[in-house]
């Protein structure tokens, strides 16, 4: 089980066609105490990549009102499906109102096959989501890639989660951005920064 929130399922069935992780990277700096998954704990590399790729997370995430990092899993042994969990100051893994949820695809080689390879990805998550995604966006951003934007509401009672969505292309790698609330539905305001992620260039990696 990659995700603990109710699109788990969903997200553990999309698969993408990727070639094996390759990188080099110093570790990141973490603001509270991040629960790794078991594979993530015994594999030095998975640690240095989520180390590597928290600072561009952190950037494009900074408007949501949800900034810790929390948990980190990866789904295939590979590396190439990560799992990203941001949390406010204070909530728990197992006590949340809001939540970033984030989900890193290896896509590409090089950055123009990770540029073509992009709408695919974005074709997969639409045709999972079906029905319950709306107001769905597809636009040119400033890099020249593609990016894409819906609202959707999954689950039931306490647990039903309202979610604005955007997937996006960071080098390699493709990005699928969950901001979720709980009890209760985001406003148009946490819609706007949820959007206005696509707007952002890439920020620099980090020294």
Same mark, same amino acid.
């Given at each position: ?10 997200? /553990? &069935?999309?698969? $993408?066609?990727?070639?094996?992780? #390759?990188?080099? =990277?110093?570790? +990141?700096?973490?603001?509270?105490? @991040? ?78 096959? /990770? &540029?073509?390879? $992009?709408?695919?990805?974005?074709? #997969?998550?639409? =045709?999972?989501? +079906?029905?319950?995604?709306?107001? @769905? ?71």
């Amino acid at each position: 089980m990659i995700a603990r929130g109710t699109l788990s399922k969903r997200i /553990a &069935r999309v698969c $993408i066609l990727a070639i094996a992780l #390759l990188f080099g =990277a110093v570790p +990141g700096s973490f603001a509270r105490e @991040v629960e790794f998954s078991p594979p993530v704990q015994q594999n030095p590399e998975f640690q240095r990549f989520a180390g590597w790729m928290k600072p561009k997370l952190d950037y494009l995430i900074k408007d949501l009102g949800v900034p810790e990092l929390a948990y980190v899993a990866v789904q295939e042994p590979t590396g190439r499906l990560f799992l990203f969990e941001y949390l406010q100051p204070g909530a728990s893994l197992n006590s949340w109102r809001r939540m970033v949820s984030v989900n890193t695809f290896l896509i590409g080689n090089d950055e123009e096959m /990770a &540029r073509q390879g $992009i709408g695919k990805v974005m074709d #997969l998550y639409v =045709a999972e989501w +079906g029905t319950n995604v709306k107001n @769905v966006q597809r636009q040119k951003l400033p890099t020249g890639d593609e990016g894409f934007y819906g609202e959707l509401t999954v689950g039931e009672g306490a647990i039903a989660e309202d979610i604005a969505v955007v997937i996006r292309r960071i080098g390699v790698f493709a990005v699928v951005i969950m901001n979720q609330k709980r009890d209760g539905t985001l406003s148009a305001d946490e819609k706007f920064a949820t959007h206005s992620i696509l707007s952002l260039i890439e920020a620099p990696a980090a020294p």
